[in-house]
T-cell receptor, first 116, second 109 residues
Framework: GAVVSQHPSWVICKSGTSVKIECRSLDFQATTMFWYRQFPKQSLMLMATSNEGSKATYEQGVEKDKFLINHASLTLSTLTVTSAHPEDSSFYICRPSAGLSTYEQYFGPGTRLTVT | DAKTTQPTSMDCAEGRAANLPCNHSTISGNEYVYWYRQIHSQGPQYIIH???NNETNEMASLIITEDRKSSTLILPHATLRDTAVYYCIVFYRDDKIIFGKGTRLHILP
């Protein structure tokens, strides 16, 4: 089956710093990348959608200048949390999609961000 | 909003079959039914998906009603490791997946 990796798996950073999270699709080309975040005891919330080589589309309430998404290649997307604050502490999960209706759709293992 | 509704929680005895229901009455003709589960602090794990026909793999079986308005995920012999939150989702290709709250399944020893 498809494999999706995220790096790092967890990160602790100080308030005001920026953090970059990588998502890689290891055995298929992801034309679309979805980024989610999940707060404790809550469900996954879609943050943004990006197509390779295009600007990301953000969901309502998600600050595009704070959460920078780069999808420069078909196997790599990055999410950068800029000027992180404690309220940005969350579990961030990616979902690369090859756009195939019959394909098993996989999610990344997630990145735990803690801002102190 | 999520396109599916699921019970908030369910209990199942270890070794028994766990049957998790899902309603998706507004499903479109080209949308697939997907099931995932999430164990604490991990990304959603793919379980199974289907369009119209019932499906079975090494993890579970998926039963989709003829009108496609509901489905049931069956874990044939539940173990303690199956304790997780189970999400039923309907979507097509690159459609955005909007998660509902899922069903928290407790496997009882």
């Amino acid at each position: 089956g498809a494999v999706v990796s995220q790096h790092p798996s967890w990160v602790i950073c100080k308030s005001g710093t920026s953090v970059k999270i990588e998502c890689r699709s290891l055995d298929f080309q992801a034309t679309t990348m979805f980024w989610y975040r999940q707060f404790p005891k809550q469900s996954l919330m879609l943050m943004a959608t990006s197509n390779e080589g295009s600007k990301a589309t953000y969901e309502q309430g998600v600050e595009k200048d704070k959460f920078l998404i780069n999808h420069a290649s078909l196997t790599l997307s990055t999410l950068t949390v800029t000027s992180a604050h404690p309220e940005d502490s969350s579990f961030y999960i990616c979902r690369p999609s090859a756009g195939l209706s019959t394909y098993e759709q996989y999610f990344g293992p997630g990145t735990r961000l803690t801002v102190t | 909003d999520a396109k599916t509704t699921q019970p908030t929680s369910m209990d199942c005895a270890e070794g028994r079959a766990a049957n998790l229901p899902c309603n998706h009455s507004t499903i479109s003709g080209n949308e697939y039914v997907y099931w995932y589960r999430q164990i604490h602090s991990q990304g959603p794990q793919y379980i199974i998906h289907g369009l119209k026909n019932n499906e079975t793999n090494e993890m579970a079986s998926l039963i989709i009603t003829e009108d496609r308005k509901s489905s049931t995920l069956i874990l044939p012999h539940a173990t303690l490791r199956d304790t997780a939150v189970y999400y039923c989702i309907v979507f097509y290709r690159d459609d955005k997946i909007i998660f509902g709250k899922g069903t928290r399944l407790h496997i009882l020893p």
